[in-house]
Nanobody, 123 residues
Framework: QVQLVESGGGLVQPGGSLRLSCAVS????????IGWFRQAPGKEREGISC????????DYAASVRGRFTISRDNAQNTVYLQMSNLKPEDTAVYYC????????????????WGQGTQVTVSS
């Protein structure tokens, strides 16, 4: 069983930045592709970024490309999501998830999920 814990959410003004962390409770983090997702009230869960297992290949949703950066530190069993130039429409609960399959922005691919961290972008 793999457990994931997100942290780093909070309230930020438009144009600000936050870094989310996803702590993965396994000594074999490199065996899992990790994805970041978000869900706003009344909306479906949206895949926003993912990073592959071995080579750290990344992908981003069009809505965040150029503003968000995903990275992983397998030695620390942690995956990060650096978010910059935040907009009010980025307000959502952010989740990280893990899969042994190929990295994807599709939620259905992922087997393990964290509890989420709230990000609110407001002045």
């Amino acid at each position: 069983q793999v457990q994931l814990v997100e942290s780093g959410g909070g309230l930020v003004q438009p144009g600000g930045s936050l870094r989310l962390s996803c702590a993965v409770s396994t000594l074999t983090t490199e065996r899992y592709a990790i994805g970041w997702f978000r869900q706003a009230p009344g909306k479906e869960r949206e895949g926003i970024s993912c990073i592959s297992r071995t080579y750290g290949i990344t992908d981003y949703a069009a809505s965040v490309r150029g503003r968000f950066t995903i990275s992983r530190d397998n030695a620390q069993n942690t995956v990060y999501l650096q978010m910059s130039n935040l907009k009010p429409e980025d307000t959502a609960v952010y989740y990280c998830a893990a899969t042994r399959m190929a990295a994807s922005l599709r939620p259905a691919v992922y087997d393990y999920w964290g509890q989420g961290t709230q990000v609110t972008v407001s002045s």
